[in-house]
């Protein structure tokens, strides 16, 4: 949801404030802009479109500065556009400011600060700032940013420069990301740490409410309480390379096929060599803490959301304990009955998901311990729990998320059994056969990816459909949720997920020739049902694309297409379900010419409500 980078060191500030914002793109791709000081001026260049567009805009000029912002929109008060592409200036010019977040009040500012004759040149929230900051200038940068911010209500991430001040970028957070990368001679500043590994690893995370002076040599800090503070710096591992798309054609594609990698790696870093016990590294929860667990409620959105339902069947299944899902903005705004016996669970890639971060601090006003399932260190939502399972995917770029699915349920699933053997539900020789049948997925995805072909020829016969239904059961169907997800997110076709009964329930009315019905008829208790299913789809006209696991014969009679899979402990089949209904959105919407990595209003991290 926006994003936001800048520089101050001793290179060239355009350069890299346009690198910069190319690998933040994926958190908002409407419009883009960038503001350097040079010559005791605030320059200001920004256009309509994608960064391409603005890059194209600022080399025709050749302006050397060392000091910059820049920053990606993501639409939400005005509609894209020039005026409303951010840096946003004050009324003389001598301030720029660009911001991630909304301000609630800002219409109430705004009619006060135009009664005092300020004059604003868009319809953002963001502007409001700029000019309080401008009415308090007098006294100095930082007092000014200070004083504006006291008026605010809502979340921000801003970043300011003033002409007087050229040698230094005043950034403030409260409810939106913001790191500060650690240079020699040079700092940055970012939304986020995938676009900063290119530059820096030492990374220092800001705190809500935290107000900091970055110049080259220098980062002060000061926290709430205006007191000045020092924030730990963290040393990222993630290497650069990770976040490039190493000769794929998106990076959707690519992270599809990181799976394998990505879950060994998740897996490894839960399960010990001996591949026979399990610790979670940041858990911190006591043996005490874990017999008093009554209830689980995980709680996410998207496909977070997704990997929820999974968990809820396994923690059910293997540790026995009472499991429900919540998503996060009706979690968090519905009064939920949790107390000190309910373990809330919240998911997320990003960590900054703006819903899931008020459902873990409304769980925690009732008194429930929270973990988190986390893509990203040390970011907002890791902060907030009171204990973390890190997935080890690595930068996460595509929008339509990939590989953060698969390691979330490969950490639920060691999180249940891991569970259900403290809990003495699940006897030793059960959780190793699990854990055991675990440590292959790894190699079936990679022979799921194999598939890829027949998957893309698959594409080319339905790509021209206008609607899809995919339909799947116990664990199949949050995968058929998933599945339908992607295909909605990046190739705009409508898709439904269903639990398979259900469908005679309603959407069977929708099935006639023109309906691709993709059903996830794998191998275990609920075959036999499916294949129901499908001959009820069939009866209606409608075309049936199976996902299968090999060996079974009868399927090829029923389904018009069958993508197979190796075969799996049924409770694991949900993960190698779900590359290929991955790479079915990919290619239909490729050949559909959509734009996979920067599907149309969506943005990577949703820091707004
Ligand atoms: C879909 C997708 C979104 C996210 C959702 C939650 O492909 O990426 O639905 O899953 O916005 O994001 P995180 O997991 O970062 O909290």
Redesign the pocket.
């Known amino acids: 949801m926006c994003g936001i980078f800048g520089y101050v060191g001793g290179k060239d500030s355009v350069s890299i404030l346009i690198e910069g914002l190319k690998k933040l793109e994926y958190r908002g791709y409407d419009s883009a802009g960038i503001a350097t000081i040079s010559n005791k001026k605030i320059h200001l260049e920004k256009s309509v479109g994608k960064i391409a567009d603005l890059e194209s805009i600022v080399s025709s000029k050749s302006r050397i500065s060392h000091i910059g912002l820049g920053h990606t929109r993501w639409a939400t008060h005005g509609q894209p556009s020039k005026e409303n592409a951010h840096p946003h200036l004050d009324c003389t010019g001598s301030i720029a400011l660009v911001h991630n977040g909304i301000i609630e009040n800002y219409e109430e500012l705004k009619r006060a600060l135009c009664a005092k004759g300020h004059v604003f040149r868009s319809q953002t929230d963001t502007e409001v700032i700029v000019h309080l900051i401008e009415e308090n200038i007098r006294h100095g940068l930082e007092n000014a940013v200070k004083l504006a911010l006291k008026k605010l209500k809502g979340s921000y991430a801003i970043g300011v420069l003033y002409k007087n001040n050229p040698d230094k970028i005043i950034v403030a957070r409260k409810g939106s990301p913001l790191v500060i990368g650690i240079g020699e001679k040079e700092n940055f500043i970012s939304s986020d740490i995938p676009a900063m590994v290119k530059y820096s690893s030492r990374i220092i995370t800001l705190e809500d409410g935290d107000i900091a002076t970055v110049t080259k040599s220098k980062v002060k800090i000061f926290s709430a309480t205006k007191t000045s503070i020092k924030r730990e710096e963290t040393l990222i591992s993630w290497d650069p390379i990770s976040a490039e798309k190493s000769g794929y054609a998106h990076f959707m594609l690519k992270e599809i096929h990181e799976q394998p990698k990505a879950i060994i790696d998740t897996i490894k870093d839960i399960v010990d060599p001996s591949k026979k016990n399990i610790k979670f590294k940041h858990l911190n929860l006591k043996e005490k803490d874990i017999s008093n667990i009554k209830r689980v409620v995980l709680t996410?959105?998207?496909?977070?959301?997704h990997s929820a339902l999974i968990g809820e069947y396994y923690l059910e299944y293997y540790a026995k304990i009472p499991s429900e899902v919540e998503y996060a903005a009706e979690f968090r705004y519905r009064m939920p009955i949790v107390d000190k016996n309910t373990l809330v669970i919240a998911?997320?890639?990003?960590?900054?998901?703006a819903d899931?971060l008020g459902a873990i601090q409304e769980a925690k006003k009732h008194g429930a311990k929270v973990i988190s399932i986390c893509?990203v260190f040390s970011s907002s939502?890791v902060r907030e729990s009171d204990g973390v399972i890190y997935t080890m995917a690595g930068p996460e770029i595509g929008?339509?998320?990939?590989k953060?699915?698969t390691t979330q349920v490969a950490v639920l699933f060691l999180l249940s059994i891991f569970l259900g053997r403290k809990k003495n539900r699940l006897s030793k020789a059960k959780f190793l056969s699990r854990l055991s049948s675990l440590f292959e997925i790894p190699h079936k995805v990679e022979q799921v990816l194999a598939s890829e072909d027949k998957i893309e020829k698959i594409a080319d016969k339905y790509c021209n459909a206008n609607n899809a239904l995919y339909l799947g059961r116990g664990e199949g169907f949050p995968a058929a949720l998933e599945g339908a997800?992607?295909l909605k997110?990046i190739s705009y076709v409508h898709a439904e997920g269903y639990p398979a009964a259900e469908m005679k329930h309603g959407p069977i009315a929708l099935i006639d020739e023109n309906m691709p019905v993709v059903v996830l008829a794998l191998a275990g208790r609920r075959y036999e049902k499916i294949l129901g299913n499908i001959e009820e789809v069939n009866a209606r006209g409608g075309r049936v694309i199976a996902l299968a696991t090999e060996g079974d014969r009868l399927i090829t009679k029923k389904a018009k297409d069958v993508i197979f899979l190796p075969k799996t402990r049924e409770t694991l089949s949900a993960i190698l379900a779900v590359i290929p209904l991955q790479l079915l959105a990919y290619y239909i919407a490729i050949k559909r010419g959509c734009h996979v990595d920067q599907p149309r209003n969506?943005a990577?991290?949703?820091t707004v409500e």
């Open positions: 996410a959105c998207g496909t977070s959301w998911i997320s890639q990003s960590g900054e998901t899931t893509n939502i929008v339509a998320s990939t953060a699915f997800l992607k997110e969506l990577k991290s949703v």
